[in-house]
């Protein structure tokens, strides 16, 4: 099995910034891709940003593109979220995910592993 856990969430004014964090163990996957989800009160869980392995190919989705960054660092297992000029509507449960390819990787369903999440809140 492999354990998920985020860390970085908090309250932050629009226009400010946070990193999440999201560090991997147990059976971890040699060559995983590592993704970011959220979900807000009401909604849908939603496809944020996702990275492989030696972080050649990262994936963004179209309200976070500019804002959003991933990066990982496979030493330490970990996948980071840096957020920068935030909106009121980035307001969600922030969740990493973890699995072994790209195969539908914008579709919550594909993924196997999760984590508990963190909450981020932008006030406006």
């Known amino acids: 099995q492999v354990q998920l856990v985020e860390s970085g969430g908090g309250l932050v004014q629009a226009g400010g910034s946070l990193r999440l964090s999201c560090t991997a163990s147990?059976?971890?996957?040699?060559?995983?891709?590592m993704g970011w989800f959220r979900q807000a009160p009401g909604k849908e869980r939603e496809f944020v940003a996702a990275i492989t392995w030696s972080g050649s190919s990262t994936y963004y989705t179209d309200s976070v593109k500019g804002r959003f960054t991933i990066s990982r660092d496979n030493a330490k297992n970990t996948v980071y979220l840096q957020m920068a000029s935030l909106k009121p509507e980035d307001t969600a449960v922030y969740c990493c995910?973890?699995?072994?390819?790209?195969?539908?990787?914008?579709?919550?369903?594909?993924?196997?592993?999760w984590g508990q999440g963190t909450q981020v809140t932008v006030s406006s």
């Open positions: 995910a973890t699995k072994e390819d790209t195969l539908g990787v914008f579709t919550p369903r594909a993924w196997g592993y």
């Open positions: 147990g059976r971890t996957f040699g060559r995983s891709v």
